[in-house]
Nanobody
Framework: QVQLVESGGGLVQPGGSLRLSCSGS????????VGWFRQVPGKERESVAC???????YYAASVKGRFTASRDNAKNIAYLQMDNLKPEDTAVYYC???????????????WGLGTQVTVSP
């Protein structure tokens, strides 16, 4: 059974940092691009970052320069380092193992359960 679990969310002040982790079981993440998405109530889930199998990362304009996606294939974990967080980054963050396809575009195949990130004074 495929399972992705995010961790590392929480409450942080504006300007602070968090590192999200996405660990996989029943799936070998190094076979998949990994996408990071976020969703706030009442809005569609949006793509934040997409990291290719070989480690090239692509970002939404809203987070470029502040977020860094990476992966450790040996540990079967992907990461999203989030720096200089803003209140508008508040959302539930999801990771997804994506179908191979266009580089930089992560079409999710398997979803994680999500982790809450709240940025507030």
């Amino acid at each position: 059974q495929v399972q992705l679990v995010e961790s590392g969310g929480g409450l942080v002040q504006p300007g602070g940092s968090l590192r999200l982790s996405c660990s996989g079981s029943g799936v070998t993440l190094d076979n998949y691009p990994v996408g990071w998405f976020r969703q706030v109530p009442g809005k569609e889930r949006e793509s934040v970052a997409c990291i290719s199998v070989d480690g090239d990362a692509y970002y939404a304009a809203s987070v470029k320069g502040r977020f860094t996606a990476s992966r450790d294939n040996a540990k079967n974990i992907a990461y999203l380092q989030m720096d200089n967080l803003k209140p508008e980054d508040t959302a539930v963050y999801y990771c997804a193992a994506a179908y191979p396809g266009v580089r930089g575009v992560c079409a999710p195949r398997y979803w994680g359960l999500g982790t809450q990130v709240t940025v507030s004074p």
